[in-house]
């Protein structure tokens, strides 16, 4: 088996007394693409934080084609931080500036390119998101399914070795959100992408997992293929897939003494 | 006694508290200074293109402003000079009452308080506003130092522009005073000029000028590590905003007498 790209090993993380991550260990290989998945405020972005560097975890180590990014020097991460794109949740497109300006400032930050060159890349990059056109748009101007999709395209700018894509087909019409599991099913092949996704579509899953990673109580409850996934027995997993709701709680008198609680 | 002691034992944080915000702007323009003059010999890009926008926003659009004040502050000094000065039958040393008042204290105070008020305040709001949307994260993602990407381009445009603010507002002032001299006073015009001409030595400019560098440091500074401090969101950006003017005023008045008493012991 190849050497993972990424090895994260007991990792701990907390915000103020609330443990979020309860000793994660996780392997993600070349050219895979994993899924993870898990409850709302579980702690997926979170862990995506950590993996970019932007968070330092309680306790834990997490290599990044054998650096330690928790105690890398700045130019060891800057390094890494230039092959890997990152889509936030939020999209977090820098407001004060367009769309293109969005795509193309790390071209204009770390490439020695001249302008035209510039644009014809960042013009190729908005075209693959469907974006055609809306260079000039300021983020504002965009819906939120176009913000998102904007925000992908600058991840993608300068063609990372590593992708990370939280929850981008959220807020999507289903047919631009099929599209971009097709854009990412074609960066996999075509461009050898290791993809890592946090989603909650479903559907989605099954067109694009290599592996599927369950996080649940700040642990890994389930990783594997689509096939393990789907034989398996865990109540949790199963209730997650077949998109069950959780038991109501019968007693009443403990969800009155919840409320009343101080 | 209880009373006393949550009294005394809150001011003691606070003042513990500012203390460490104190030096952590310190931290944060060591940094900033590194990433300015530093880092562009190791082959980082200075951002010339958003300093000159920087420069046009902090610089040429507080103009009037500055002129505005400048030229009542300096009206309103040669009235109070007058009032005092014709008792002896000395008005003509208005003139240098006024001038150097001005270059010395006036004209770098009143620069750092306009900008401080309408940049400063900016500042601290823009990379306020940009935390709370995870922009500052998406440019470490993208191995952008956000010091080297949003800070030094306004360090350097406040490092610039509010010394020529400055100069602008002593001249500005001292045309107030000759205004009220020539107006109301009737002192003659050619006389007015050659007093204040003479009452001006090279130094009350230069440190003037030496002030309103350090100042635009601070408010540059200030405003920076609010912003960078935000917590929450948009409430907590117009916490910091705030605090970025109180805190900014402060400091700049305190190395102001920090300033005036080397002065006044050394030139
Ligand atoms: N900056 C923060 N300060 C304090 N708590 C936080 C912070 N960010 C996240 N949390 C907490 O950490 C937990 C995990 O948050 P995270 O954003 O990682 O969830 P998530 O799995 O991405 O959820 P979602 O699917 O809704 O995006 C949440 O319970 C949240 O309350
Ligand atoms: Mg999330």
Redesign the pocket.
């Known amino acids: 088996m190849t050497e993972p790209i990424i090895k994260i090993r007991d990792l701990h993380t907390s ?2 007394k ?1 443990h ?1 991550l309860k000793g994660i260990n996780l392997d993600i290989y070349p050219y895979e693409t994993l899924v993870i998945l ?10 995506l ?1 950590h993996i970019i560097g932007l968070n330092s975890p309680d306790k834990g180590e997490i290599f990044i084609k054998g650096v330690d990014i928790t105690k890398a020097s700045e130019r060891q991460r800057d390094v890494i931080l230039r092959r890997m794109g990152m889509l936030f ?1 939020s999209g977090a497109l820098f407001n004060s500036m367009t769309v293109g300006e969005n795509v193309a400032l790390p071209l204009m930050e770390h490439t020695p390119q001249n302008k035209s060159i510039i644009k014809i890349m960042m013009r190729m990059k908005l075209n693959l998101v469907g974006l055609s056109g809306f260079e000039d748009f300021m983020p504002s101007q965009l819906s939120g399914g176009m913000k998102k999709r904007a925000a992908l395209a600058r991840a993608l700018s300068m063609d990372p070795d590593i992708l990370f894509c ?2 981008p087909s959220a807020g999507l019409d289903p047919i631009v959100a099929v599209g971009i599991d097709h854009l990412i099913l074609k960066l996999k092949t075509a461009l050898r992408m290791t993809i890592v996704v ?1 989603t ?1 579509e479903m559907a989605s899953v099954f067109t694009i997992a290599d592996r599927i990673c369950l ?1 649940h109580d700040g642990e890994i409850k389930f990783l594997g293929t689509q096939d393990n996934i789907k034989e398996s027995t865990d109540p949790f997993v199963v209730q997650f897939l077949e998109r069950r709701p959780d038991e109501e709680k019968l007693d009443a008198q403990n969800y009155l003494d919840e409320l009343v609680a101080d | 006694m209880s009373n006393l002691k949550t009294t005394f034992g809150r001011s003691g944080r606070n003042l513990a508290f500012f203390f460490v915000h104190v030096a952590r702007i310190a931290h944060l323009t060591g940094q900033s200074l590194v990433w300015t003059f530093i880092a562009p010999f190791r082959g980082k890009k200075l951002r010339w293109g958003s300093t000159f926008v920087q420069m046009v926003r902090i610089g040429v659009e507080s103009v009037p402003i500055v002129s505005v004040i400048s030229f009542c502050v300096g009206l309103i000094i040669a009235m109070q000079a007058a009032y005092q000065l014709e008792q002896f039958g000395a008005t003509i040393y208005v003139a240098d009452l006024v001038s150097v008042t001005l270059c010395r204290e006036l004209g770098p105070l009143i620069t750092a308080i306009i900008v401080t008020g309408r940049s400063g305040s900016a500042i601290a709001a823009e990379i306020g506003t940009m935390k709370v949307s995870e922009e500052i994260d998406a440019l470490e993602t993208m191995a952008l130092n956000p010091i080297g990407f949003l800070v030094v381009p306004r360090l350097l445009a406040m490092m610039v522009v509010v010394p020529c603010l400055t100069v602008l507002s002593d001249f500005v002032g001292i045309a107030g005073g000759f205004v009220l001299a020539i107006t109301n006073l009737k002192l003659a015009f050619v006389a007015y000029f050659n007093q204040t001409a003479d009452a001006l030595a090279a130094k009350d400019f230069i440190t003037g000028l030496i002030k309103s560098f350090f100042f635009a440091i601070i408010i540059a500074q200030v405003g920076a590590y609010q912003g960078f401090n935000v917590r929450g969101g948009a409430e907590g950006v117009g916490k910091s905003t705030t605090t970025s003017v109180v805190v900014s005023i402060f400091l700049v008045i305190f190395a102001d007498l920090l300033f005036t008493m080397l002065f006044f012991s050394t030139l």
């Open positions: 915000y103020g609330r979020i898990g409850r709302s405020g579980c702690g997926k972005s979170t862990l934080r949740q939280d929850e946090v909650h996080l």
